[in-house]
């Protein structure tokens, strides 16, 4: 029973344009949702995070958004860059600091 | 600071065999956890360590998977016998207990052949 789904497993963008990365969950106990980045043969990576009291984050070029009522979150990276390409998890946590993961969308940024 | 370290890099074993992964978490660290992705899927949790004790283990597939972490340092997994379903990337990550800082090692690639 897969509780955070990406559905996009893809996405290619253009140096400098903005790249938007989306996710689903289905729990209502999630309190805390983090973005990881991973690139081939390494562990992810910590990227942004938003607890559910908040709509907004915003860390330099990379900026989530939750919308609770809707079970959605989003990372924006603007502008995007060569080394931007990666895989990006969606991940969730309740109160037991478990996360749940999404798949995964592997980001390629254009030269 | 050394990051979370785990070895191998890489297991190919038959099927019925066993493997002994290890994962050294960040010295300090008293949180470890061990997660799994399998097939280019999401990654999956599998136990939890606070220290030296098992503070979540509801990930575990079966009864085939034993992990340890004898004194809170560092952890092993076991698979014993390894099925083909178990192959895939096994991540072990650590924190001081604040989530944000969890901290992922570079993973174990297991392929059961």
Known sequence: DQQVKQNSPSLSVQEGRISILNCDYTNSMFDYFLWYKKYPAEGPTFLISISSIKDKNEDGRFTVFLNKSA?????????????DSAVYFCAAS????????????????RA | EAGVTQFPSHSVIEKGQTVTLRC????????????????????????????ESKQDESGMPNNRFLAERTGGTYS??????????????YFCASSQGVLYGYTFGSGTRLTVV
């Open chain 1, 71 to 83: 079970k959605h979150l989003s990372l924006h990276i603007v502008p995007s860059q060569p080394g």
């Open chain 1, 94 to 109: 309740g109160s037991d600091y478990k996360l749940s993961f999404g798949a995964g969308t592997t980001v390629t940024v």
């Open chain 2, 24 to 51: 050294d978490p960040i010295s300090g660290h008293d949180n470890l956890y061990w997660y799994r992705r399998v097939m280019g899927k999401e990654i999956k949790f599998l136990l939890h360590f606070v220290k």
């Open chain 2, 76 to 89: 092993t997994l076991k698979v014993q016998p390894a099925e083909l379903e178990d192959s895939g990337v």
